[in-house]
């Protein structure tokens, strides 16, 4: 978890060759010969698609990116109290009853 811990900014890859990719992609194949095989939803295929496609660009640009950072800009409003109190009004709209709810987070 280096990336999130370490406030500096970094390349999208730390890694610029490709050797580890083929490596662990002929590990992932290796397995799933094994296992025989799985099938994927399409939506996740379309997903994993793009995610590589877009690696590959931000690489190439030699894209980077402060995760500490990021991280902190997405939590820093984070309220348990906020989170509880959205979590009790979508269980009364969905009939929940209030003895189910847990007081943990308040």
């Known amino acids: 978890m280096p990336p999130l811990l370490e406030n500096r900014v970094r390349p999208i890859q730390q890694m610029r060759g490709g050797s580890a990719g083929r490596e ?4 992932v194949h290796t397995e799933l010969k094994r296992i025989g095989g799985i099938k994927p939803p399409r939506e996740f295929v379309l997903t994993d698609r793009a995610a590589v496609g877009l690696g590959s660009v931000f690489m190439h640009l030699g894209a980077e990116v ?36 847990t007081n943990s987070l308040s």
């Open 66 to 101: 402060n995760w500490h950072e990021l991280f902190h800009d997405l939590i820093d409003d984070f309220s348990v109290d906020a989170l509880a109190n959205r979590q009790r009004e979508a269980a009364s709209q969905v009939g929940l009853p209030n003895k189910l709810l």
């Open 24 to 27: 662990l992609a002929s590990k």
